[in-house]
């Protein structure tokens, strides 16, 4: 089939989607939702929801002012992304950028977010992804919950990992999807979420691009410089521990998967996976004998190349079939964002969320997923699109 026709087929796709089940915005629900409620009307569905004050009986509510973090946690030293622009995970100057993961204390992080010029050129995030609650973050979890029991109940399970996010508003999360069912609980500010259903990818353009990472080269008072250093001109101290976070992947997620005879990082759509590919600051990226990436996988990474804010639909025409969903999410309400929606989030300043991730189930959706992705990629639509997690 020619690829002319092929669009017509995906265009069929993403108008059935709208015209039967995806609204242009996210209900919300201002009841307690039962377990079933939530099963039935949103989980099965595949549709996001916002559950209106799900979280307002947890202590952090009230607690998590910035004086009783500095007071219960201040000397603890926490994971925190630092970006010249806020972008962590992101396409910058032809590259896959990741952020200087930086280690400081909770208090020194703070005194950054109350004076964000006491740090000129940086921007903070708390943003790691790999389950940092149950690290970083473990000693604030008594004022909240380790799960939500009717997300728990309706899933079947614990969920899998529990993150903890606070930063600039000016820090963004470009857009991805991930391969979990995702229960957002916003506990100060509020989120700005942008959402697409997965039957838009045909119409979101992938970049696959080299992996960097942002690198601090210059640091005093008055201003801070990051260079772009790309992964494949490391060093042994980083591939080594790109090996040791593959191998943690493997131990947290199972298998990378790997695209049909592509020879791609197995972190696409995964920002979870992905952040396993972080290399911690004290593992230094100078020095060394370099050891070529390659050997544990190219160091491409295949990600969304439009930015839903200002999309240039010169370059991607495609992308004005798509559906953006937008969504305000508030202090003690949660946000359902149902596995493999793609996302793209911002935050009011000194925000604070925690996030719950639910395994997904492999069934005949993400068939479906997966035969649509593998169309993509085998026609000239949207080659870069990586295969489905
Ligand atoms: O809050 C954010 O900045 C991003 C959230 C996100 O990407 C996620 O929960 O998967």
């Not at 992705?373 to 026609?379: H, K, R, Y």
Request: aromatic residues 10%; charged residues 25%.
């Amino acid at each position: 089939m020619d690829d002319i026709k092929l669009l017509n087929c995906f265009e069929v796709l993403a108008n059935e989607a709208k015209d039967l089940y995806i609204r242009k915005d996210v209900p919300v629900i201002e009841h307690p939702i039962s377990p079933l409620e939530f099963h039935r009307k949103w989980v099965s569905p595949n549709l996001p929801v916002v559950l209106k004050g799900a979280v307002n009986h947890w202590p952090a509510i009230k607690k998590w002012t910035n004086d009783y973090l500095r007071s219960a946690i201040g000397d603890k030293v926490v994971q925190v992304a630092a970006t010249p622009n806020g972008y962590a995970d992101a396409i910058a100057d032809g590259y896959f950028v990741m952020p200087e993961e930086r280690k400081m204390a909770v208090k020194d992080f703070l005194s950054v977010l109350e004076e964000p010029e006491s740090l000129p050129g940086t921007i903070l995030y708390v943003q790691s992804q790999n389950g940092n609650l149950s690290e970083d973050w473990v000693d604030l979890v008594k004022d909240i919950e380790s799960d939500l029991p009717w997300a728990t109940e309706a899933f079947g399970e614990l969920p899998s990992a529990g993150n903890f996010w606070m930063g600039d508003e000016r820090a963004v999360t470009s857009m991805h999807r991930d391969p979990f069912e995702n229960i957002y609980c916003v506990i100060r500010g509020h989120k700005d979420f942008i959402l697409h259903p997965p039957t838009d990818l045909p119409w979101l353009p992938y970049a696959t691009l080299p992996a960097a990472r942002y690198q601090i080269v210059k640091k005093n008072s008055s201003s801070s410089k990051f260079e772009i250093v790309p992964l494949t001109s490391g060093c042994e101290s980083k591939t080594t521990v790109v090996k040791e976070q593959l191998e943690d992947q493997e131990k947290n997620y199972g298998k990378p998967c790997n695209g049909s005879g592509l020879n791609e990082l197995s972190v696409e759509d995964n920002m979870g996976r992905l952040n396993n590919l972080r290399m911690d600051e004290e593992h230094s990226v100078e020095g060394g004998n370099c050891e070529s990436f390659d050997q544990v996988g190219s160091s491409h990474v295949p990600w969304i190349c439009i930015d839903p804010e200002k999309p240039d639909l010169m370059a991607y025409p495609l992308y004005s079939n798509a559906t953006q969903v937008k969504v305000r999410v508030h202090e003690g309400d949660v946000l359902f964002l149902p596995a493999h929606w793609f996302h793209h989030v911002k935050q009011s300043h000194q925000c604070i969320a925690v996030n719950f991730w639910y395994d997904v189930r492999f069934d005949h959706r993400y068939a479906y997923q997966a035969f649509i992705t593998a169309l993509l990629q085998n026609s000239g639509l949207n080659t870069g699109c990586p295969p489905l997690c």
